[in-house]
């Protein structure tokens, strides 16, 4: 077949693997590298500067990508962000000014709820713009503008390869939407373009990670709860590393902003309680850290995914440490997905389940 899965037992090992490769394609075609500036390859039919708010629409793992990228879009272009899911925002009747732009993402641009979202953005008029994988699906047709993820054909039902091209593509439009703005100087987008160019080599090394993962897979497998924690961009994570591991190993898990944890989910935490924290040594990690020390005084099992500066600053004893590499800019989570998906990956190998076929879910979802 034109997609096999090379040397690897399921096609999600293979598409985790590839990202450092399809997120640089994604990376090569939203910027130009000689002059470490954004270039979208098409035209916008409309200014950043005209847009008063824009609404994210997406479903599943799309939707936890528009999360990451409302968070960037807003610092970077200083511009509200609505996310909705696309079930919601339909049924809902959002009001929405003329003029306004809305995003929608999606790997098949065949989802039900997404594209009746995007009909009536259409109706309502405003600019729709999608983050689609397949160029020549029903959403890339019906859509004003469309910037294609390069992350080619996605055959595991659960979503990652998708993901992290998707959010390459919201890094570009958030620097693009702050340039256009005047939020960010011609130095800023040299910066954060550096910072985008180098994540293709960070995704590889966090791929090295792998082997730590594979046992820390066996532990987690004999567990029934997993709560996952991350605040910022970490928190889409979060929820995005618990859909991961419920879809495909079938153990249930929770993300939860860190801030939120003595709001409920600290009643679930004792000595049995695996608690994935994802906090890079970030402008919150200090916040994050106070988290930890909550759920380690209730004897929970602490996760942490941080880098070399925060595991030497974390003053929590965690059980596994998983260390990715230092980075100096805010698209920590293109790096992060990377342990997040093989944790999930790997606890599912060990359940024995149909990894890229997981019972009742379906790659992509036509009907409501
Ligand atoms: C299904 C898939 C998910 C995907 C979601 C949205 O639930 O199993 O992996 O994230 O649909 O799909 P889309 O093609 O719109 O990104």
Redesign the pocket.
Known sequence: SLVDKANYRHFMAKEIHEQPEVVGHTLARYVDMATERIALPVKLPFDFKDIQRISIV??????YAGYVGKYWIERFGRLPVELDV?SEFRYREAPLRKGDLAIF???????AD?LAALRYAKAEGVHTLSV???ATST?ARESETVLQTLAGPEIG???TK??TC?LMVLAAIAVAAGKARGELSDADENRLVKGLVEIPRLMAAALSTEPQIEKLAREIAKHKDVVYLGRGTSYPLALEGA?KLK?ISYIHAEGYAAGELKHGPIALIDENMPVVVIAPHDKVFEKTVSNMQEVAARGGNIILMTDARGAAEATVDSLVTIVLPDMASAFTPMVYAVPVQLLAYHTAVVMGTDVDQ?RN?????TVE
């Open positions: 997406a479903c599943g793992t799309a939707s696309a993402i999606s790997q098949s641009g065949e989802t997404t689609v994988n397949v959403i039902v659960a979503s998708a993901f998707q859909l879809e997981p879910l379906a790659k992509s979802v």
